[in-house]
C-alpha cells in the first residue's frame, strides 16, 4: 500500500534506505575487521598477579631487587607425589627420570631439584622451575602430561605457583566460547519472549555482536600496545557488559519506536521520532556507566585499573552499535521486524495511556493510588535486607579458594600440607642492608609461622648485591594461605624493627598480601567517587538536586539490600569461604552506573511527560510506557552477567550473583514501587531547585477534560 504520510520527492525516499544501508555496509566493514579479536583477546591477556601490583608496592621493590640475586623470570612448580602405603624406590625414581627429562628444555628451568622425601615416607616432592616469560599454563601442562603415567597406587599433581597459573588459564579458557554461547543463547530465548518474534531478537544479537566486535578489536589493539593490561577476569566482564548494555539500549530503541510506528504511518518518520526520544536517555546512561566504571582507575591495582577503560570502551561500543546499526537494521525492515505480530498503524492508540500496556497500567494506577504505604512498604522490605550487609566476609580468601569446584593446583596443595612444610618451594624472601643481615635473619627466625630462613649465599659467603643481602624464609603453611598472608604481615612488623636494615619482604606470599590490602584501599577510595561522579551526571540530565538525591539513595539501598542477601547465602547454603575485596567493589561499581540506568529511562520519560501534564500524570504514564521494556532489560542484563558463572572461578560467581540480583532488585522493586511512590508523594517538588518544581499540576485525564468542557 503507498505510503499516504510521505509526499517527499522520490530522490528523498530513495536516500532514506540509502543512508540505512550505506550503514549497514559500514558495520560488516568493521565486523568483518574487528570481530576476530574478540578469539584473540585471550592471547595478550596476563593472570600473573604480581603482574597487577603497582611500582610502589613492596613486594614489587623486591622482585625488581631478587633480579640481582636469582633468575627471577622463572615462577615454582611442585611436584607432590603420596601414596598410602609409603613411597617406594620405584616412585622415587619415576619422579627423578621424568622430570629430569624436562629440565633445560623450553620453558623449563636449568635444572629441576631431586626427589625429596617426606618424614612420615608417604609423600616425596620435586621442585620444578618454570619460565615466566613464556606461556608457563602451557608448560605445566606439558609437565603433567609427562607425569600421567605414574606408577599405580602413586597420586601425582603439579602445584605451586606454576600450578595454580596453569589452572587459571583452564578456567578462563572457557571464556572465548562458553560464556558467549551461554550468554547468546539466553538472550535470543529471553527476546524470543518479549518479542514473540523470530526475527527482531536476531537483529538485536547482531548488534551486540557488532558491538562486541569492536570493543575486542580496541581492546586488542590497546592491549597489545602496552596501553592496557588485560586480564581474564575484565575480558570475562568484557563480554557480557557488551551483550547486556547492547541489548539494554536495543530494547529501549524498539519499544519507542513500536510505540512511534503505532501512532505514525510512515515507517522512517517512525524511526526518527523513536531515535530522537531515545538518544537522550540511552546518551545519559551509557554517559553513567563510562564516568563510573572510569573511576577504577584510581585503582592502584593494573588489573582494576585497565578494567575501568577496557568496559568503558564496551560500553562505547554498546552504544554506537544500538544508536547506528540497529536503527539502520529497523529502517530497512520496518513493521516486518515484528512479524507476525507487527504493530499496526492505529494513532487513536496512545501507547502511554494503558491500551497497549495494560498490566503497567494498572501497576502505575496503584501506585499512585496509596504511594506512602507502598514506599513505606517497599523501604522496610529494603532494609531488612540491607541490615545483614555487614556480616558479608569481604576480608580475602587464600589464593587456593579461587576456584570453584576441584582443581589439581588444590589437590597437591593439600597433599604437601600433609607431609612438609606447606610453604616449601615457595619461600618468602626478605631484602635488607649488608650491615643488618644476621640481625634481620634473626628474626625471620623467631617470628610465628616461619619453618625456617636462610641467606642467600655466594660459596661460603652472603651473597652482597649493591650492599643488599636477601634472606629466604620457608613458611609453616600453605604460601597461597590467609595464615601465610598473616606471617609474612609478622615477618614485616619483626625486620621493620631492626635498626638500619631497610629491609624489604617479598615473595608470592607477600604478593597476594599487597594485592589484598591494595584493593581495599581501592575500595574505600573508589565508591564514595562513584557516588559523586554519576549524582553529578544525574543532576545534569534531570535539571534537579533532589530527584538525582533519591535516585543515587535508592540505588544504594538496593546495593545494600544486595549484599545483605548475599551475605546470608554466602555464608550459609552457598557455604563460600569468604570474598576478595575487590567484590563489593565491582559489585558497588556496575550496580550503581548500571542500575542507575534504569531509573534513568524511568525518569527521563517521566520528566518528559511532566513537562506537558504535570507530576502526577506525567509519573503514571512514564511507568505505564516503560515498564515493560525496562522490565526486560533488566531480566536480559541480570541472565547475561549470571552466565559468568559457568566460568569456575569463586571471583566471578560471586560478582555473577551480586550483580543479577542487585538488577532484579533495582528493576522489580526499586524502579517500579520504590521510585514512583516516592515521586508521587513528594510530586512537582521532585525536579528542585528547577523550574518544574514550581509548575502548577495540571489534570490532563479525560475526565478533567469533560468536566472542563
Not at 540511552?282 to 573511576?295: D, E, K, N, R
Not at 496509596?370 to 512498604?377: D, F, L, M, N, Y
Request: aromatic fraction near 6%; include cysteine.
Amino acid at each position: 500500500m503507498p505510503d499516504k504520510t510521505d509526499s517527499s520527492p522520490r530522490p528523498t525516499r530513495k536516500l532514506r534506505w540509502l543512508i540505512p544501508a550505506l550503514l549497514l555496509l559500514a558495520w560488516l566493514i568493521v565486523g568483518g575487521i574487528t570481530g576476530p579479536f574478540a578469539g584473540k583477546l585471550a592471547s595478550v591477556a596476563s593472570n600473573d598477579s604480581s603482574s597487577f601490583l603497582p611500582a610502589s608496592a613492596e613486594s614489587t621493590q623486591v622482585q625488581n631487587l631478587l633480579a640481582d640475586f636469582q633468575d627471577t623470570d622463572e615462577i615454582p612448580g611442585i611436584v607432590i607425589a603420596e601414596r598410602s602405603g609409603g613411597i617406594t624406590p620405584g616412585d622415587l625414581e619415576f619422579l627423578r627420570t621424568t622430570t629430569s627429562e624436562v629440565a633445560g628444555q623450553p620453558g623449563f628451568g636449568p635444572a629441576v631439584s631431586p626427589p625429596i622425601p617426606s618424614q612420615d615416607g608417604q609423600a616425596a616432592q620435586v621442585f620444578v622451575p618454570i619460565d615466566s616469560a613464556g606461556e608457563p599454563a602451557d608448560t605445566v601442562e606439558i609437565l603433567r602430561d609427562k607425569l600421567a603415567d605414574a606408577p599405580d597406587g602413586l597420586t601425582v599433581a603439579v602445584t605451586g605457583p606454576a600450578g595454580q597459573v596453569a589452572d587459571l588459564g583452564e578456567a578462563f579458557a572457557g571464556i572465548d566460547g562458553l560464556l558467549l554461547l551461554v550468554a547468546g543463547t539466553v538472550v535470543i530465548l529471553i527476546l524470543i519472549v518479549v518479542y514473540r518474534s523470530p526475527i527482531l531478537p536476531f537483529v538485536v544479537l547482531i548488534s551486540a555482536v557488532f558491538a562486541l566486535g569492536l570493543a575486542s578489536g580496541l581492546v586488542y589493539f590497546l592491549t597489545k600496545q602496552g596501553v592496557l593490561d588485560l586480564n581474564g577476569q575484565s575480558q570475562g566482564i568484557l563480554f557480557i557488559l557488551v551483550f547486556g548494555a547492547a541489548t539494554d539500549y536495543a530494547l529501549l530503541l524498539v519499544s519507542r519506536y513500536r510505540e512511534e510506528l503505532i501512532a505514525t504511518e510512515d515507517k522512517y518518520a517512525a524511526l526518527r521520532q523513536a531515535w530522537r526520544a531515545t538518544i537522550e536517555p540511552v546518551a545519559a546512561s551509557a554517559g553513567t556507566v563510562i564516568a563510573g566504571v572510569l573511576c577504577l582507575m584510581l585503582s592502584d591495582l593494573n588489573s582494576n585499573k585497565s578494567l575501568g577503560p577496557v568496559a568503558a570502551i564496551g560500553i562505547l561500543a554498546s552504544f554506537l552499535a544500538s544508536m547506528t546499526f540497529l536503527p539502520a537494521a529497523l529502517a530497512l525492515l520496518g513493521r516486518t521486524a515484528f512479524w507476525p505480530l507487527r504493530p499496526r498503524y492505529a494513532p487513536q492508540t496512545s501507547a502511554d495511556s494503558g491500551a497497549t500496556h495494560r498490566l503497567w497500567k494498572r501497576i502505575a494506577d496503584t501506585v499512585a493510588s496509596k504511594p506512602r504505604a507502598i514506599w513505606a512498604g517497599t523501604l522496610i522490605l529494603l532494609l531488612i535486607g540491607a541490615a545483614f550487609a555487614p556480616t558479608f566476609k569481604a576480608d580475602g580468601i587464600a589464593s587456593t579458594d579461587f576456584f570453584m569446584g576441584s582443581v589439581e593446583s588444590v589437590e597437591g596443595a593439600e597433599i604437601q600440607a600433609r607431609h612438609f612444610d606447606a610453604g616449601s618451594g615457595t619461600p618468602t624472601y626478605v631484602i635488607a642492608d649488608q650491615g643488618a643481615g644476621t640481625a634481620v635473619l634473626d628474626a625471620v627466625r623467631a617470628t610465628d609461622g616461619v619453618a625456617g630462613a636462610e641467606l642467600i649465599t655466594e660459596g661460603s659467603a652472603p651473597m652482597v648485591r649493591d650492599g643488599k643481602v636477601a634472606v629466604t624464609a620457608t613458611l609453616t603453611d600453605n604460601a597461597e594461605s590467609l595464615a601465610a598472608q598473616d606471617t609474612v604481615a609478622d615477618i614485616r612488623s619483626a625486620v621493620g624493627q631492626v635498626p638500619n636494615a631497610n629491609a624489604l619482604v617479598g615473595g608470592t606470599t607477600a604478593i597476594d598480601l599487597d594485592t589484598r590490602e591494595t584493593s581495599i584501599h581501592d575500595r574505600n577510595l573508589i565508591i564514595p567517587i562513584v557516588l559523586i561522579v554519576v549524582f553529578l551526571v544525574l543532576v545534569a540530565l534531570l535539571r534537579s538536586v533532589l530527584a538525582p538525591a533519591i535516585l543515587l539513595a535508592t540505588t544504594v539501598l538496593s546495593f545494600a539490600t544486595t549484599l545483605g542477601v548475599a551475605a546470608l547465602l554466602f555464608n550459609g547454603p552457598f557455604g563460600f569461604p569468604g570474598a576478595d575485596p575487590v567484590v563489593p567493589l565491582f559489585a558497588f561499581v556496575f550496580l550503581v552506573a548500571l542500575g542507575i540506568d534504569y531509573n534513568i529511562f524511568l525518569m527521563t520519560r517521566v520528566r518528559e511527560e511532566a513537562l506537558r501534564h504535570g507530576t502526577r500524570i506525567g509519573m503514571i504514564r512514564g511507568l505505564t510506557a516503560t515498564g515493560g521494556v525496562i522490565t526486560s532489560a533488566g531480566v536480559v542484563l541480570a541472565a547475561t552477567f549470571a552466565a559468568l558463572a559457568v566460568i569456575p572461578l569463586l571471583f566471578l560467581v560471586q560478582v555473577a550473583f551480586l550483580v543479577a540480583f542487585g538488577v532484579l532488585v533495582d528493576t522489580l522493586i526499586v524502579r517500579t514501587l520504590l521510585v514512583p511512590a516516592l515521586t508521587l508523594d513528594i510530586g512537582r517538588k521532585i525536579w528542585w531547585p528547577s523550574a518544574l518544581a514550581k509548575r502548577e499540576e495540571e489534570d490532563t485525564t479525560p475526565e478533567s477534560v469533560l468536566e472542563r468542557a
